[in-house]
């Protein structure tokens, strides 16, 4: 038994398009990894108890808290930040084209979390609902929008990429 | 001993239990994360050996056999809240799934499993599972143990975490004319609830045949309430008997917890009232001229 013991573990991981391979301390957080391994500091560091929802990223096209996510448990894994939504010429994601043009920020520090999880949301869902919105959106904190600019920036985002759909409804 | 913890991922359930019986103390098992990294990201918890289960997929998937709803400890609260036999056949545990905090982030990650070995009073799947009867399945290297949830949550002894693993949570499927509702009171819409209430109800016509009751977040253990709700059997659902129903429930609370979710007393009285509302939720799929008010 002593032999599956170990005080690291390789992992793979593919952050927002390129491959890393890893040797992660145990109890390591995937924030840590991210922000001080590979340098992606748009991840942001909030409250490492998983309330805020700064430090959002996407695991295999689903949004987690990566303050609580222990980076040894994710053997392969394909991660998206907030950095990886540029476009090859670093043009902004229609998501923070809307954030950016609505005033979906302002501080913008639970911005990247919060343009994660409205990408889930308008990936799986086209047309979603304020409703949809606010529970797809409720693990993040922001102290600055009072989130009603946040939610017409989604809303936007959702005309803008999918403007085949408006006619079929 | 090592100076900095160590990790293990077993690849099965035989090597897994194996490995935590040689560990004697100071193994904490991992899956999700989502409980216990926060005690670890603040120190509170500083373990000698993280036992990642993540990677055994016997823990893993919902199967239904004979009318009983099986669900892997690693089925995560998304997938509780959006697998079709969990929809179909346990519509409240469904719907318990959905009030969990934390947003996505934390129903993409957290399990099943996670949820129930913590057996934290704030939590929202518990009173669902008390309230439809649940057995949970935990295997050592003494072997496989079948227990009820309610057994479970007055057991100290069960190693859950440590020594012994959670593999599945085992629930009869709903009876389909089955009325059910839960309630939540809270202050936000993440927020832990103030007082939390499930409840299944069968009726009889227009009357009630039988009542369960579990009540979350007022005391440091859920209270299941039945017997004391005898005295509403037979009755069809008025504003007496949901005064009545409010009184057993606020009576069944002996200690009160006082935290930031609210003061004992009110959250005793809010006990009667979560109760009262998540009653009338499931009365509402009723018509309403069965709610005589």
Redesign the interface.
């Given at each position: 038994m002593e032999d599956l013991l170990d005080t690291s573990a390789l992992i793979q991981l593919r952050v927002d398009g390129e491959l890393h391979e890893l040797d992660v301390l145990a109890g390591r957080t995937l924030l840590d990894v991210l922000r001080d391994d590979i340098g992606k500091k748009g991840t942001h560091l909030g409250c490492k108890t998983g309330h805020c929802g700064a430090c959002t990223v996407m695991i295999d096209g689903k949004v987690a808290k990566s303050c609580i996510t222990m980076a040894a448990t994710l053997a392969r894994a394909t991660i998206t930040t907030i950095e990886g939504l540029l476009d090859e010429k670093g043009g902004l994601h229609p998501i923070q084209q809307s954030f950016w043009d609505e005033a979906g920020l302002q501080c913008g520090y639970c911005a990247p979390g919060i343009v994660l999880s409205a990408l889930e949301l308008v990936t799986e869902n086209h047309h979603p609902s304020s409703e949809d919105i606010e529970l797809a959106l409720a693990g993040s904190l922001c102290r600055c929008t009072g989130y009603q600019s946040i939610k017409r920036s989604v809303a936007e985002a959702c005309v803008r990429m999918y403007p085949a759909d408006e006619n079929i409804n | 001993m090592?100076l900095?913890?160590?990790?293990?991922?077993?690849r099965d359930l035989e090597?897994a239990t194996?490995?935590l019986a040689?560990l004697s103390s100071g193994a904490v098992i991992?899956a999700g994360?989502?409980e216990i990294?926060?005690f670890?990201?603040?120190g509170v918890m500083m373990p000698d050996?993280?036992v990642?289960i993540?990677?055994i997929s016997a823990l893993r998937g919902v199967n239904v056999e004979s009318d009983e709803v099986s669900i892997g400890a690693l089925t995560v609260h998304?997938d509780v809240q959006s697998t079709a036999e969990i929809l179909e056949r346990l519509p409240l545990l469904a719907y318990a799934a959905q009030q969990i905090?934390?947003?996505?982030?934390?129903h993409?990650?957290g399990t099943i499993g996670g949820n129930i070995v913590a057996m934290h009073p704030l939590y929202d799947i518990a009173p669902a599972l008390l309230a439809l009867d649940t057995d949970v399945e935990l295997l050592s290297d003494k072997g496989l143990q079948r227990l009820s949830l309610s057994q479970l949550q007055n057991d100290s002894s069960h190693g859950l975490g440590s020594s012994s693993i959670l593999t599945r949570v085992l629930v009869d499927t709903m009876l389909p004319n089955a009325l059910w509702g839960y309630y939540k009171l809270k202050n936000t819409?993440?927020a832990y609830g103030s007082a939390n209430a499930a409840v299944v109800i069968q009726m009889d016509g227009e009357k009630i045949a039988s009542i369960r009751i579990v009540i979350g977040a007022v005391s440091e253990k859920l209270v299941i309430i039945s017997e004391a709700l005898d005295g509403c059997l037979g009755c069809a659902y008025t504003l007496e008997v949901g005064q009545a129903i409010e009184k057993a429930c606020v009576e069944a609370i002996d200690e009160p917890l006082s935290d930031q979710q609210g003061d004992g007393v009110w959250r005793k009285a809010m006990a009667g009232v979560a109760a009262r509302r998540a009653t009338e939720m499931a009365l509402s799929n009723l018509t309403n001229s069965s709610i005589k008010r």
């Open positions: - | 090592s900095h913890p160590m990790y293990a991922r077993p090597q194996q490995l040689s991992i994360g989502q990294m926060p670890i990201n603040y050996v993280y990642d993540g990677g998304r905090g934390g947003g996505w982030q934390v993409n990650r819409a993440g």
